[in-house]
């Protein structure tokens, strides 16, 4: 039960959640104090980080790890619902689980289209010869995100963690 002081949980976007969570169960994360407007923690369960960011549409949890080459998003930055990686300047969209912006190495979005390699505003332009490394990020396809259930009980957020 959420109280008027209590963040809301962000809605799951529709196939999305992740792979066992249906039936798995709550575990304690992080207190809700711990987890302010704006703010994003990597929380650990075993061999699996989680981020719980507090959106502007409420509490998410993801895997802490970039769609696109598996960096901590955790170190990364988070606007309204945008969660940017720290690594490639990614921007992935934790309302929908899409990119919103490539990461600068380009590559495949979750579509299939291709999107090439660019340069952020006032930095010198990367040259990207040809080879078996710009091979590579031509193949590499960004992921949705997958998420995992959250709830707020007694001033904790717990995460639907599965075990295996």
Partial sequence: MTTDTEPAIAPIPAGLS????????FEPALAVGDLPSGAMRRVTFADLDVLLAHTSNGIAAVEDRCPHMAAPLSLGSLEGCLVACPLH?????LASGNPERMPTTGGLMPDGSYVPPWTPEGKEPKLDPPG???????????RRFR??????????????????
């Fill in 132 to 142: 078996l490394k710009a091979e590579a990020r031509k193949l590499t396809r960004i």
């Fill in 89 to 93: 300047n990614g921007r992935f969209d």
């Fill in 147 to 164: 998420y995992y259930p959250v709830r707020i009980v007694d001033g904790s957020i717990e995460v639907a963690i599965p075990r295996g």
């Fill in 18 to 25: 992740a792979a066992g969570t249906r039936d798995a169960r």
